[in-house]
Nanobody, 117 residues
Framework: QVQLVESGGGLVQAGGSLRLSCVVSGTTFSRNVMGWYRQAPGKQRELVARIESFGSTIYGDSVKGRLTISRDNAKNTVYLQMNSLKPEDTAVYYC???????????WGQGTQVTVSS
């Protein structure tokens, strides 16, 4: 059983910070490609950030420079540090794992981030 559990979402004022966490179980975490996606009401789900098993990262253009993805293999956890938050960052944030074993793509349930002005 593969399980991804997100936490750290909440309400924050514009300009504030949050750190999202995603704890993964049921896979060899260090082998996984991990990502954060978000979906705002009425919008398509979009890539926020992605981190390869070896640490290389990519970011969506709208968040680059404000959000940072990282991973701690000892804790089976991927993080999304969010700084200088804007109201347009408001969305449900989903953790995604691409795992070689069990092979497949796995999603968390999501955590709500709301940025008020």
């Amino acid at each position: 059983q593969v399980q991804l559990v997100e936490s750290g979402g909440g309400l924050v004022q514009a300009g504030g910070s949050l750190r999202l966490s995603c704890v993964v179980s049921g896979t060899t975490f260090s082998r996984n490609v991990m990502g954060w996606y978000r979906q705002a009401p009425g919008k398509q789900r979009e890539l926020v950030a992605r981190i390869e098993s070896f640490g290389s990262t990519i970011y969506g253009d709208s968040v680059k420079g404000r959000l940072t993805i990282s991973r701690d293999n000892a804790k089976n956890t991927v993080y999304l540090q969010m700084n200088s938050l804007k109201p347009e960052d408001t969305a449900v944030y989903y953790c995604k794992a691409g795992a070689p074993w069990p092979a497949g793509t796995y999603w968390g349930q999501g955590t709500q981030v709301t940025v008020s002005s």
